[in-house]
T-cell receptor, first 109, second 110 residues
């Protein structure tokens, strides 16, 4: 009964490197979301998906790409990491109230 | 203007106190709201989910929505040190997207 699982939990990247964050949910939810959380800024929506094979932009999509090839998985990619992408990334799923994952702490140096 | 405004605190209260956490929102088109609790270095966890105006109670927690003033509140009765966390309010939007406040940090002192 895992809920929402995010991997990795921590990562340090050099500027210009790429990486993929994985979110997996076992609750059969159609809707999935990627947020970033920064001090004083709260949670801001990066991208979201309303079902398998669909993706859409949120508030702060620049520099990120996503894919939802399987209903249970939602991937967030950073094409060329920048220091401004240093943040804590949360995946969430559900309708009505969300279930959040435990987060990925990413530092770009 | 941000969709949801929230005082960042920190708010420090003695154990047993009644805590009032507040947010204001700007868009009245969607009338459902959530309150989340987030412990340090953890993901947010859902506390309360409310529609429209009025009160909703769950144990020591009461969520209140005032549509006329675009104000949402969370009250915690008999606060405990374990309630020390950051509390996030959020307003619903289309496609079940939610807009979050920046969070209020609460410290309940034993």
């Amino acid at each position: 009964n895992a809920g929402v699982t995010q991997t990795p939990k921590f990562r340090v990247l050099k500027t210009g490197q790429s990486m993929t964050l994985l979110c997996a949910q076992d609750m059969n939810h159609e809707y999935m979301y990627w947020y970033r959380q920064d001090p004083g800024m709260g949670l801001r929506l990066i991208h979201y998906s309303v079902g398998e094979g669909t993706t859409a932009k949120g508030e702060v999509p620049d520099g990120y790409n996503v894919s939802r090839l399987k209903k249970q998985n939602f991937l967030l990619g950073l094409e060329s990491a920048a220091p401004s992408q240093t943040s804590v990334y949360f995946c969430a799923s559900g309708t009505g109230g969300y279930t959040f994952g435990s987060g990925t702490r990413l530092t770009v140096v | 203007q941000k969709e949801v405004e929230q005082d960042p605190g920190p708010l420090s209260v003695p154990e047993g106190a009644i805590v009032s956490l507040n947010c204001t929102y700007s868009n009245s088109a969607f009338q459902y709201f959530m309150w989340y609790r987030q412990y340090s270095r953890k993901g947010p966890e859902l506390l309360m989910y409310t529609y429209s105006s009025g009160n909703k109670e769950d144990g020591r927690f009461t969520a209140q929505v005032d549509k006329s003033s675009k104000y949402i509140s969370l009250f915690i009765r008999d606060s405990q040190p374990s309630d020390s966390a950051t509390y996030l309010c959020a307003r619903g939007g289309n496609f079940n997207k939610f807009y979050f406040g920046s969070g209020t940090k609460l410290n309940v002192k034993p």
